[in-house]
């Protein structure tokens, strides 16, 4: 079945560490995003990616980092700078009739 | 600035109610509008998609209406059941290729 798929489900990263977070879509999709989403704030856009090797800053870039090198992957790095990274994030892709196709989501929480 | 208000914030329901939730948007240039569930700790599924031409979409017991003249969206479910209960969410997408969210409707259906 195509779709989405987010790893890992759980992460935890301590003070001062650079995790990354994995996004793999098989729907040949080109377009592929990132949001943050925190209680009672919604859904935040992080950065996004319209075709492989271009990518752009979304609403909340600072403290995040990205890379486009295959169609299928879109990994996003949450570096030491972001000061507040305890969220749920979420990728999505973007293709087809169906619009937007979210995966399952990673909760990374800071210890 | 596209913003993107949902009302209630929160509903408590007995099964079998028909239900009425509410989406606005401030710029009407937008797509397309498409409405999710979400259950708690989990992913997005995609419910409805309304192309920005059209007024209308139907999935079983749900109902999606669009007037994007006055920036309105209906999300109409029927005869409510208790595995109905999540959160709803709607969003524009913007001729950018962005997806703004509102913050949700908490949905609680009791049996």
């Known amino acids: 079945d195509g779709g989405i798929t987010q790893s890992p489900k759980y992460l935890f990263r301590k003070e001062g560490q650079n995790v990354t977070l994995s996004c793999e879509q098989n729907l040949n999709h080109d377009a592929m995003y990132w949001y943050r989403q925190d209680p009672g704030q919604g859904l935040r856009l992080i950065y996004y990616s319209q075709i492989v090797n271009d990518f752009q800053k979304g609403d909340i870039a600072e403290g995040y980092s990205v890379s486009r090198e295959k169609k299928e992957s879109f990994p996003l790095t949450v570096t030491s700078a972001q000061k507040n990274p305890t969220a749920f994030y979420l990728c999505?892709?973007?293709?087809?009739?169906?619009?937007?196709?979210f995966g399952s989501g990673t909760r990374l929480t800071v210890v | 600035k596209q913003e993107v208000t949902q009302i209630p914030a929160a509903l408590s329901v007995p099964e079998g109610e028909n239900l009425v939730l509410n989406c606005s948007f401030t710029d009407s240039a937008i797509y397309n509008l498409q409405w999710f569930r979400q259950d708690p700790g989990k992913g997005l599924t995609s419910l409805l998609l309304i192309q920005s031409s059209q007024r209308e979409q139907t999935s079983g017991r749900l109902n999606a209406s669009l007037d994007k003249s006055s920036g309105r969206s209906t999300l109409y479910i029927a005869a409510s059941q208790p595995g109905d209960s999540a959160t709803y969410l709607c969003?524009?997408?913007?001729?950018?290729?962005?997806?703004?969210f509102g913050t949700g409707t908490r949905l609680q259906v009791f049996p």
């Open positions: 999505a892709s973007l293709g087809g009739p169906a619009g937007y196709t």
């Open positions: 969003a524009v997408r913007t001729d950018t290729d962005k997806l703004i």
